[in-house]
């Protein structure tokens, strides 16, 4: 009876964890605005007409100032790029305001083996984005209301390309999940302070900077160059779409990110073993990659925008 009570006991607290909420966060602040930047670019080669369109819509942005702030004494295209990279992180820009929705930026499921017995997703990007992008295209909102939900878009597509906001271990270590990686700690080689492998790959993209802006200009030449964009895009479905992207997202968290279960990390900070030889160079392979995507795919959502 007492093994029942137990296995009862840690089964709902296995449930509750699922269901628990996740770290806001995905990529940091220069990997979203890489895929914005590289939306735009993308964007303004193929369909001016939309950058046009979501250009005047951003005039009704309710935190325009925040956003002319840091477009000061920028112009034109330069202006115009800028602006989409600040749109895909300003959701993070806007933690704890009116607009924030913390349940918005991911659609966890269990990477580790316990997904067959609790297939429960947990976060509300895939609801979110649909309803994001009816507002965005609905030419009978108002300016406000479009330029917040195409800002929302534009971060749930680079959240949903992050491997960690796909997918997330549970087991008898982590018996209310590692919550996105962020209670699994892990040090990048021997000596270095211990780190959660959520903001490990967070950070993943990011190069070294004078600033965020300048970071994500160089992941952006970087990847465009590295990973091109493919000759055929578009699609049917943009919801059904999301749900591809989150499944590769998926995979990788399970594959590359956990090694199936085989990675080794720690509850402990203080027992943060170090990472095994070649994880950080196939991490930022996979970012950069994933960051590149996400652009690219961003760009196709935002063409449906008039």
Request: include cysteine; proline fraction near 7%.
């Amino acid at each position: 009876m007492r093994k029942v009570v137990i296995a009862v006991a840690v089964s709902t607290a296995m449930v509750l964890g699922a269901l628990a909420p996740a770290p806001a966060l995905a990529w940091n602040d220069q990997g979203h605005m890489a895929v914005g930047d590289i939306a735009y670019d993308t964007l303004v080669a193929r369909d001016p007409k939309a950058v046009a369109a979501i250009v005047a819509i951003m005039q009704g942005h309710p935190d325009r100032a925040r956003f002319d702030k840091r477009l000061a004494g920028l112009t034109g295209k330069a202006r115009e790029r800028r602006l989409f990279a600040l749109m895909a992180v300003w959701p993070d820009d806007t933690r704890g305001s009116p607009h924030d929705h913390p349940d918005w930026h991911y659609a966890l499921k269990l990477a580790s083996p316990s997904r067959f017995v609790l297939p429960i997703t947990a976060g509300k990007a895939e609801t979110a984005f649909g309803e994001q992008l009816a507002i965005a295209r609905d030419v009978t909102a108002s300016r406000a209301q479009r330029a917040i939900a195409l800002c929302w878009l534009m971060h749930i597509v680079g959240d949903q390309h992050q491997p960690l906001h796909a997918g997330h271990w549970l087991s008898w270590d982590y018996p209310k999940s590692d919550r996105a990686g962020s209670l699994a700690f892990v040090r990048r080689d021997k000596g270095a302070p211990p780190v959660d492998m959520h903001e490990l790959w967070d950070s993943a993209p990011n190069r070294a900077a004078a600033s965020n802006e300048a970071g994500a200009e160089m992941i952006a030449a970087t990847v465009e160059k590295v990973h091109p964009r493919p000759a055929r895009s578009g699609m049917a479905d943009p919801s059904a779409s999301l749900k591809v992207w989150e499944r590769e997202s998926w995979v990788l968290a399970k594959d590359v990110a956990y090694q199936g279960g085989a990675l080794a990390r720690s509850p402990d900070k203080a027992q943060a073993p170090v990472l095994p030889a070649g994880y950080m160079a196939k991490m930022r392979g996979v970012a950069d990659a994933r960051v590149a995507t996400a652009g690219y795919r961003l760009a196709d959502v935002l063409a449906l925008v008039r």
